[in-house]
């Protein structure tokens, strides 16, 4: 078993759509959890870290569920902008293990 | 965050040969990554350049093959040695944040072996 996992998609979604992506972990242990965007042929880029609390962001929402070992980012109105991957990240004893990525496409 | 600047952006190069990638960062860090994203697939951690000490390696790499230099607190350089077209990927350093253990990435630089 992989210790991130991710839906790899793609994810087709018109503008204005609301969408979720789910991630899990394997390692209980896991300590901070975080989302990053990828753009096709660029770096990944922090998108946003995840609190026990769940957190937002403007359109952006994310959660985290410790006793299910999941973490899940919302993006509500998509903009085409949007069209990116995405990545969730889990910091484990120091070292950070990423999924492989859900892709987003938002067509008009 | 920091700002990390990574060179070559890309090469394309011959089987046998090696390829020497810098990374510099404009702040003193104490840890700098070096990562592996095959196409399609994730990142995976290569090794950790320690300033003042060997490299620490993951499962798979070795440091013959993955040799890295760390001479101060800014700058880091990953050689892919006698490369061969499985060598082909994005190589990416990146630096921890200040914060809640967040990673920053410089721009990547895409290895083509052919």
């Known amino acids: 078993r992989k210790e991130v996992e991710q839906d790899p998609g793609p994810f087709n979604v018109p503008e204005g759509a609301t969408v979720a992506f789910n991630c899990t972990y394997s390692n209980s242990a896991s300590q901070s959890f975080f989302w990053y965007r990828q753009d096709c042929r660029k770096e990944p880029k922090l998108l946003m870290s995840?609190?026990?609390s769940g957190n937002e962001d403007g359109r952006f929402t994310a959660q985290l569920n410790r006793a299910s070992q999941y973490i899940s980012l919302l993006i509500r109105d998509s903009k085409l902008s949007d069209s990116a991957t995405y990545l969730c990240a889990v910091r484990v004893e120091g070292d950070m293990r990423f999924g492989a990525g859900t892709r987003l496409t938002v067509k008009p | 965050s920091a700002v990390i600047s990574q060179k070559p952006s890309r090469d394309i190069c011959q089987r046998g040969t090696s390829l020497t990638i810098q990374c510099q960062v404009d702040s003193q860090v104490t840890m700098m990554f070096w990562y592996r994203q095959q196409p399609g697939q994730s990142l995976t951690l290569i090794a950790t350049a320690n300033q003042g000490s060997e490299a620490t390696y993951e499962s798979g790499f070795v440091i013959d093959k993955f040799p890295i230099s760390r001479p101060n607190l800014t700058f880091s350089t990953l050689t892919v040695s006698n490369m061969s077209p499985e060598d082909s990927s994005i190589y990416l350093c990146?630096?921890?944040?200040?914060?809640?253990?967040?990673?920053?990435f410089g721009e990547g630089s895409r290895l083509t072996v052919l």
């Open positions: 995840v609190y026990s």
């Open positions: 990146s630096v921890p944040g200040v914060n809640t253990g967040e990673l920053f």
